[in-house]
């Protein structure tokens, strides 16, 4: 059984009781991507957004500039220390770390530049696909607000995929992986008629668990995923969409 793009991608609205969202991840990976042709349906449709390493480079600084922000950054993780851990399980500098490498990673046009940081009075001029105003920014949020690094990037990487997530939509755990390593270790033993039959992702969120099914599942069976949420229904299909 197979749900029809146009059906599966229709949003429904109730001013007393909130219905959910639906995409089908089979026909997407399958079929162009077309909306419903409600107006209603259309109109209430948010847009995800675009995660930054899928943003065009259209900025530009010097390496020296993009030097000093990140000394500053790297001196504001660096005064968290064990703080955030001892009193939350946060993140300590060490992650922190990581994390701005992953930053500049994805705010650069050719991260291969990353090694010239190092130089001093560097004026070679990089693009960029964030502006240094809006990395400063961003990376005070990470310390001072403690946003969620993936909500900063707008991604997550999750199995081999890289996944769009965006407040609003919560963000894949690793241990959720476990869920599709279940059905792919079932359908192994078992089951062409698992294989062939109808799934459902109920509460889809970013669309991870769906996605990654469909993926075991090949080019048999259907699943639909769902969500109360519109925003995470867009999210989802957007990646839906990309894989």
């Known amino acids: 059984m197979r749900v029809s793009l146009t059906r599966a991608c229709r949003f429904y609205t109730s001013p007393i009781t909130p219905k959910p969202s639906f995409f ?31 943003k065009p480079p259209k900025y530009s600084a ?13 001196a504001l993780a660096s005064s968290v220390r064990s703080t955030f851990a001892d009193s939350d399980n946060g993140p300590d500098s060490s992650i922190l770390f990581r994390e701005l490498n992953w930053l500049v990673e994805d705010s ?10 190092g130089f001093q009075n560097n004026s070679q001029s990089v693009r960029l696909r964030i502006g240094l105003d809006e990395l400063y920014g961003l990376w005070k949020q990470r310390i001072e607000k403690r946003k969620p690094f993936q909500y900063l990037v ?3 990487h999750w199995r081999d995929l890289v996944l769009s997530v965006e407040e609003g939509v919560f963000i894949p755990r690793p241990e959720t992986e476990l869920m599709v390593d279940l059905v792919s270790d079932v359908l192994v033993r078992d089951n062409d008629g698992l294989r062939d039959g109808f799934w459902v992702d109920l509460g889809t969120g970013s669309g991870a668990i769906a996605i990654g099914i469909a993926r075991v599942l090949g080019s048999k069976g259907s699943i639909i995923a769902v969500d109360l949420n ?11 969409q990309r894989i």
């Open 108 to 117: 650069l046009e050719d991260p291969s530049l990353i090694p010239q940081l």
């Open 62 to 74: 010097t390496l020296s500039d993009l030097k000093k922000w990140h000394n500053w950054a790297k």
């Open 230 to 240: 519109p925003l995470a229904a867009a999210v989802a299909a957007f990646n839906a």
């Open 24 to 54: 089908s991840p089979r026909a997407i990976l399958n079929q162009p991507f077309s909306s419903s042709s409600s107006s209603s349906s259309h109109s209430s449709t948010p847009k995800p957004k675009t995660p930054l390493f899928l």
């Open 154 to 156: 707008g991604c997550e």
